[in-house]
């Protein structure tokens, strides 16, 4: 679900670096949150 949002959002903002950087930026927050929920449930 992740790479399909990121295909998506990337294809809008690979040709600006400051839109490249906030996205990247948003996509690794998203990616921070998730992990403790994913730990949880796979303990």
């Known amino acids: 679900m992740f790479a399909a949002q990121a295909a998506a959002v990337l294809t809008f903002t690979a040709l600006s670096m400051p839109g490249m950087i906030m ?3 948003a996509l690794g927050g998203l990616m921070f ?3 403790p ?3 949880t ?3």
Do not use: Q, R
Request: glycine share 8%; hydrophobic share 60%; with cysteine.
């Open 23 to 25: 996205t990247l930026a």
């Open 33 to 35: 949150c998730n992990a």
């Open 37 to 39: 929920g994913l730990a």
């Open 41 to 43: 449930y796979v303990a």
